[in-house]
């Protein structure tokens, strides 16, 4: 079968202004979309430009806008959209374009960092590693699984009214640390969540949710950190 692909072009080191090209391939409904781009950059454009290493769902590096939806390129098939005669794909919203469907991670990697995406234990280092029981591992098990694909914080509605959200990707690193077992900084942690632009602008509209490539439960984690924030700050939380 063919199918039309209309992508977003846009370079802006020559380009004025973005602008959408189309191109036809012949493809099998059982293909993923990456691969048909990857036809599309060897066979017909070498200028067009995308992230991808794994294919596989593990790097996250190919998060993009396909049909209006934020996605991993690898994970969808061509028969995923078999109702449409074109797909579109654009770069993730929300996001600096530096070229085509690629956009800067700076900004979105040091929102992640902020949130202290690291151990940071009390007490001297034990002889070998730190223990964790498989109780205390249940509780990080799903938001363990980010691959910072970014494709929640794309989606996020917030995103685009509060530029300055810190959004669900750096939450969820927020998450899986503030339950570590073996992590000492609660307090602190809760502290930070509990600043006017981190747990609070998110009004759960679900999209992160909805999107999420490794079904992480995003809303429901931001939520969780919002109820213990209230339980163990004084202030009561909402960013006071
Ligand atoms: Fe991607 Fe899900 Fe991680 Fe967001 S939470 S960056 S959608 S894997
Ligand atoms: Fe690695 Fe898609 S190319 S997640």
Redesign the pocket.
């Known amino acids: 079968m063919e199918m039309r692909f209309k992508i977003f072009r846009y370079d802006p080191a020559v380009d004025s202004e973005p602008s959408y090209r189309t191109y036809t391939v012949s493809v099998q409904p059982q293909e993923r979309i990456l691969d048909c781009l990857n036809r599309i950059k060897w066979e017909q454009d070498g200028s067009l430009a995308f992230r991808m290493s794994c294919a596989h769902g593990v790097c996250?590096s190919d998060?993009m806008r396909i049909n209006g939806v934020c996605a991993l390129a690898c994970q969808k098939l061509v028969r995923d959209y078999a109702d449409s005669t074109e797909i579109t794909l654009e770069p993730l919203p929300f996001f600096r374009v530096l070229k085509d469907l690629m956009v800067d991670m700076e900004d979105f990697l040091a929102r992640v960092d902020a949130m202290r995406p690291y151990l940071v234990p009390d007490g001297p280092p034990p002889e070998k590693e730190r223990l964790q029981s498989p109780e205390d591992h249940k509780k990080q098990e799903d938001v363990i699984?980010?691959?910072?694909?970014?494709?929640?914080?794309g989606a996020c509605p917030v995103m685009q009214e509060n530029p300055d959200y810190i959004g669900?990707?750096a939450l969820?690193w927020a998450y899986r640390f503030l339950y570590d077992s073996r992590d000492g900084r609660f307090g602190e942690r809760l502290e930070k969540l509990n600043e006017p632009n981190n747990v609070w602008p998110c009004e759960n509209y679900f999209e992160?949710t909805r999107?999420?490539?490794?079904g992480?439960p995003?809303t429901k984690s931001i939520n969780t950190m919002k109820r213990e924030i209230k339980k163990h700050l004084p202030a009561g939380g909402e960013g006071k």
């Open positions: 996250g998060g699984r980010c691959i910072l694909c970014a494709c929640c914080t669900p990707a969820v992160c999107v999420c490539p490794k992480i995003i």
